[in-house]
């Protein structure tokens, strides 16, 4: 699986920014989607992660209720709405398969992609 980040930019405080990921491969609908994140000089931070299904989805603690992560199986896409946006979110925000949601709630992921920018500005 091979993945592919878009949507990142420079926005102000109480924007939203969309990010999308595009999967190739077969296998991206039988795999658990999340993001993660790292801001410069951080430890990676895990966001959200979504089951194949859509049936289970989880959130990092510092983002519940602010982000929405979403998939189109059809398209192979991934999705991370990000809204209210605040300048302790900036960071690269990278997309990440794995068989298991609960795997990457933990921290560990089987396929990254190269991450996607996001600043915010006060």
């Known amino acids: 699986v091979q993945l592919v980040e878009s949507g990142g930019g420079l926005v102000h405080t109480g924007d939203s920014l969309n990010l999308s990921c595009a999967a190739t491969?077969?296998?991206?609908?039988?795999?658990?989607m999340g993001w993660f994140r790292q801001a410069l000089g951080g430890e990676r931070e895990f966001v959200a992660a979504?089951?194949?299904?859509?049936?289970?989805?989880l959130y990092g603690d510092s983002v519940k209720g602010r982000f929405t992560i979403s998939r189109g199986n059809a398209k192979s896409m991934g999705y991370l709405q990000m809204n209210r946006l605040k300048p302790d979110v900036s960071a690269g925000y990278y997309c990440?398969?794995?068989?298991?949601?609960?795997?990457?709630?933990?921290?560990?992921?089987?396929?990254w992609g190269q991450g996607t920018q996001v600043t915010v500005s006060a």
């Open positions: 979504m089951s194949w299904s859509g049936g289970v989805i």
């Open positions: 990440v398969v794995d068989t298991s949601s609960r795997t990457m709630a933990a921290g560990r992921g089987d396929y």
């Open positions: 491969g077969p296998a991206f609908k039988s795999y658990a």
